[in-house]
């Protein structure tokens, strides 16, 4: 898993939001938990230094944090919403055994969507980015 080299402090004061302790310790869950964790977990997670942390303040903090575009939401074939906090361009790879999600980079393949969709010009459509979701089974889920 990737971490943001920058502190998370500075992130939020990037985007122009005031640094709140539930801020920090949201924006640390999502990179700390990895595997693109939903707000549950994320939940859990703060609540270990935060008791007192209502849920509707993560969800909060968390829809925050993606309209700043800190995070990213990342909803799976069962209709799952989990978050990413890696902004860079990349993929997924989703196990349809076990629900996992790892993440997938690969510049030839960003490479050659643009060029591909570059010859397309789609009318009337501009594209902001790639994100593709390679669904298909890890090696560790084929046996179980």
Do not use: W
Request: aromatic share 8%; glycine share 4%.
């Amino acid at each position: 898993m990737k971490v943001q080299t920058t502190p998370f402090r500075e992130l939020l004061s990037q985007q122009g939001l005031r640094v709140t302790p539930q801020r920090m310790a949201i924006l640390e869950a999502v990179h700390k938990i990895g595997n693109h964790p939903t707000a549950d977990q994320i939940t859990d997670f703060v609540r270990k230094a935060h008791p007192n942390i209502a849920s509707g303040t993560v969800y909060h903090v968390l829809d925050t944090l993606v309209q700043h575009q800190l995070v990213k939401r990342v909803t799976t074939d069962r209709d799952v919403m989990r978050y990413d906090g890696i902004m860079e361009s990349h993929h997924h790879l989703y196990c349809l055994e076990c629900n996992d999600i790892q993440d997938y980079i690969d510049e030839e393949l960003n490479a050659l969507l643009q060029d591909y969709f570059k010859s397309k010009k789609i009318e009337g459509f501009e594209i902001k980015e790639f994100v593709l979701e390679i669904k298909g089974t890890f090696n560790k889920c084929k046996n179980q």
